[in-house]
């Protein structure tokens, strides 16, 4: 009895760049529909009494103050003074997290004389520094610089340890045996090997750079948009207090948005990154 071979079933076909731009738009209006509902529904809540408008004004009023701030000079100083300084010091953590990262991680030695230094220290809460910094430098910048830098440098400091620890041990002896010095074992081995772990880090340390310099400012009373939060809520102006949250999280996601162009720039060859063939 003869069988008749069977013809294998077709590879699947990878997905068009057209069909995969399609679907992120796709995605990208189901996020701006899902906006929406929650804006409306927050505008119901508060127009028919279910919530009191004095805790939750109507969305309208809010946009209205909003666009009252934006024609004000104070409101464009206060949002420079916060990106700023989370632009400050988030760029000092990544500095000094990547420089420390590699030191340590590079020396097993470090690494064990160093770990149980790092796990006391990183669950330290930033926001209990705050006594000590205000004492310090009180209502100063520098401030909210220190407290954000403490709490990026953590975030920073262990992807990098984790990246140089994954390096590959067979290419590390091979550059060593080829003599490179360790400045160029670092940028020919170490660095690839650790790059996905510190655009992690950044993308992390950029997050908590923003909640510590909000923070800051609305607790220590530094200049800048948490002071202004606090300063709305203290006398009674609701709709202005949302407002201004409502800037503070857009800063939040065009951050994110900034994290991730940079992270897909900087990691174009990775496959976490670039377009897979199937």
Same mark, same amino acid.
């Given at each position: 009895?003869?069988?008749?071979?069977?013809?294998?079933?077709?590879?699947?076909?990878?997905?068009?760049?057209?069909?995969?731009?399609?679907?992120?738009?796709?995605?990208?209006?189901?996020?701006?529909?899902?906006?929406? *509902?929650?804006?409306?529904?927050?505008?119901?809540?508060?127009?028919?009494?279910?919530?009191?408008?004095?805790?939750?004004?109507?969305?309208?009023?809010? !946009?209205?103050?909003?666009?009252?701030?934006?024609?004000?000079?104070?409101?464009?100083?206060?949002?420079?003074?916060?990106?700023?300084?989370?632009?400050?010091?988030?760029?000092?953590?990544?500095?000094?997290?990547?420089?420390?990262?590699?030191?340590?991680?590079?020396?097993?030695?470090?690494?064990?004389?160093?770990?149980?230094?790092?796990?006391?220290?990183?669950?330290?809460?930033?926001?209990?520094?705050?006594?000590?910094?205000?004492?310090?430098?009180?209502?100063?910048?520098?401030?909210?610089?220190?407290?954000?830098?403490?709490?990026?440098?953590?975030?920073?400091?262990?992807?990098?340890?984790?990246?140089?620890?994954?390096?590959?041990?067979?290419?590390?002896?091979?550059?060593?045996?080829?003599?490179?010095?360790?400045?160029?074992?670092?940028?020919?081995? /170490? !660095?690839?090997?650790?790059?996905?772990?510190?655009?992690?880090?950044?993308?992390?340390?950029?997050?908590?750079?923003?909640?510590?310099? *909000?923070?800051?400012?609305?607790?220590?009373?530094?200049?800048?948009?948490?002071?202004? *939060?606090? /300063?709305?809520?203290?006398?009674?102006?609701?709709?202005?207090?949302?407002?201004?949250? /409502?800037?503070?999280?857009?800063?939040?996601?065009?951050?994110?948005?900034?994290?991730?162009?940079?992270?897909?720039?900087?990691?174009?060859?990775?496959?976490?990154?670039?377009?897979?063939?199937?």
């Amino acid at each position: 009895m003869t069988t008749t071979p069977t013809a294998a079933p077709p590879a699947p076909r990878a997905a068009r760049p057209s069909a995969r731009r399609s679907g992120r738009r796709n995605d990208a209006w189901l996020g701006v529909l899902g906006v929406l *509902i929650v804006l409306a529904g927050a505008e119901l809540l508060s127009r028919t009494g279910i919530v009191n408008p004095d805790f939750l004004p109507p969305v309208t009023e809010m !946009y209205a103050s909003l666009f009252q701030l934006l024609g004000e000079g104070s409101f464009w100083e206060s949002l420079w003074l916060t990106v700023r300084g989370w632009a400050v010091g988030l760029a000092a953590a990544m500095a000094l997290g990547v420089l420390v990262g590699f030191v340590i991680g590079s020396s097993r030695f470090l690494r064990e004389f160093t770990n149980s230094t790092v796990e006391f220290l990183r669950p330290i809460p930033s926001v209990a520094l705050i006594p000590l910094v205000v004492l310090m430098f009180g209502t100063k910048p520098a401030s909210a610089f220190l407290l954000v830098l403490y709490a990026a440098f953590w975030q920073v400091l262990v992807q990098v340890l984790y990246g140089v620890a994954d390096v590959d041990p067979v290419a590390r002896d091979t550059a060593r045996s080829y003599r490179f010095g360790p400045l160029r074992v670092a940028r020919s081995v /170490i !660095y690839p090997t650790a790059l996905p772990y510190i655009m992690t880090a950044f993308r992390l340390a950029a997050a908590v750079a923003l909640i510590l310099e *909000i923070t800051a400012e609305l607790v220590i009373g530094v200049p800048g948009l948490g002071r202004d *939060i606090g /300063i709305a809520q203290s006398s009674g102006n609701v709709p202005e207090t949302y407002a201004l949250v /409502i800037v503070v999280g857009l800063i939040g996601v065009a951050v994110n948005l900034f994290a991730r162009f940079v992270e897909r720039k900087a990691l174009w060859w990775h496959p976490s990154v670039r377009s897979e063939v199937a």
